[in-house]
């Protein structure tokens, strides 16, 4: 009998993009209370072989809002920490 390893895919649904930010924000010194998270779809992305998934990022405090093309080839994750480092949402709680 020969057992093949399953290769689990990374979680990439609506809840884990969500949860996955929450955190971010947290450990970046924001409090999550503070942002508004939208997940919504732009049809026309497929037009150019993108995800139609969109997050759209809004710091109720400062009115800043960043809209990121959440495509599992893109690093979505990466660009939202940088604009939090970046200072782009404003300071963080601890001056982040």
């Known amino acids: 009998m020969t057992r093949t390893k399953s290769r689990r895919q990374p979680e990439t649904g609506p809840s884990h993009r969500h949860a996955v930010l929450i955190r971010t924000l947290q450990m970046s010194g924001f409090d999550p209370r503070d942002f508004d998270v939208v997940e919504s779809r732009a049809p026309q992305l497929g037009a150019v072989k993108l995800s139609d998934d969109m997050l759209a990022v809004r710091r109720r405090s400062t009115g800043e809002e960043r809209l990121y093309v959440a495509d599992p080839?893109?690093?979505w994750f990466a660009l939202v920490v940088d604009d939090l480092?970046?200072?782009r949402f404003g300071a963080g709680l601890r001056g982040a």
């Open 73 to 75: 080839e893109l690093s």
């Open 85 to 87: 480092h970046q200072g």
